[in-house]
């Protein structure tokens, strides 16, 4: 599950992806999109982890996109698109970036495409491709407008300008601001605040705050929640009978996931 650019941890129920390329600012390599894509694969479907965060080694950068001066038309790339993220759209667990420093073009792309941004209060995002004459098509021009909004979107995506950790909590994608030297801790914070809830029930909430951006209407939303694939498995499983049983009973909930 690791190689020597993409590092990998697993402890209770947390999932850490390290991008580790620290003298390149963490960019990525077409082995690089192959192997995370394998990891994120692994993290889907492994029951006993139920939040992935996805950081950069060092200070400088949690990742400065792809590193052009490797690229390569003929190599493989993930069929869940860059970083084997961006095009992921069924993975209901959630995904925290810990963003550290530089997020610029593809590194942006990938922070956006997970469920929540810690940022360190020195983190910088950007879509510079413009300037480049390029365009960010992994994801990051549609992300951004459906995050923050078409007008707020527009003038970073049309210059190419850089937003600083204050701006993007400002704007809404930033979740969390946290200092430097307490970046981890803090998203180690938030994903254990989300294992203390029920596996399923953050699963189906998820999938179901997803989705619904996709109808037309809220009414119809609404609707459609009934029929999402995960909800008939949770209105049936033992933990969403023992949650209200355990509460009522002022006791804590042992959650195993079924």
Not at 26 to 42: K, Q, V
Not at 167 to 192: C, I, W
Not at 201 to 213: D, F
Request: hydrophobic share 50%; with cysteine; charged share 20%.
């Amino acid at each position: 599950m690791t190689d020597q650019h993409v590092l990998t941890t697993a402890e209770q129920g947390i999932f850490t992806v390290t991008l580790n390329r620290p003298e390149k600012l963490n960019a990525i390599t077409p082995t690089m999109h192959m192997r995370l894509e394998e990891c994120f694969d692994h993290f889907a479907q492994e029951a006993t982890l139920h939040v992935c965060i996805v950081t950069g080694a060092g200070t400088r950068a949690f990742c400065a996109g792809s590193d052009l001066s490797l690229f390569d038309a003929k190599a493989p790339y993930p069929k869940t698109g860059y970083a084997g993220l961006a095009q992921r759209f069924d993975l209901a667990k959630p995904v925290i970036a810990a963003v550290n420093g530089l997020a610029l073009g593809g590194g942006f792309e990938i922070a956006l495409a997970c469920d929540l941004i810690v940022a360190s209060e020195t983190a910088v995002f950007g879509l510079p491709e413009p300037k480049v004459g390029l365009i960010a098509i992994g994801g990051g021009i549609h992300r951004l407008v459906r995050q923050v909004g078409l007008k707020q979107a527009m003038g970073p995506l049309l210059t190419g300008r850089n937003i600083s950790a204050l701006e993007g909590f400002a704007l809404g994608f930033v979740s969390e601001l946290a200092a430097p030297d307490a970046l981890m801790d803090a998203a180690q914070d938030l994903a254990r605040q989300i294992i203390a809830n029920a596996p399923l029930a953050v699963q189906l909430t998820k999938a179901l705050a997803m989705s619904g951006l996709d109808e037309p209407t809220l009414a119809e939303a609404l609707a459609e929640q009934v029929r999402h694939p995960l909800f008939a498995p949770w209105m049936q499983a033992e933990d969403t009978a023992a949650g209200p049983k355990a509460f009522a009973e002022k006791r804590k909930a042992e959650w195993k996931g079924l």
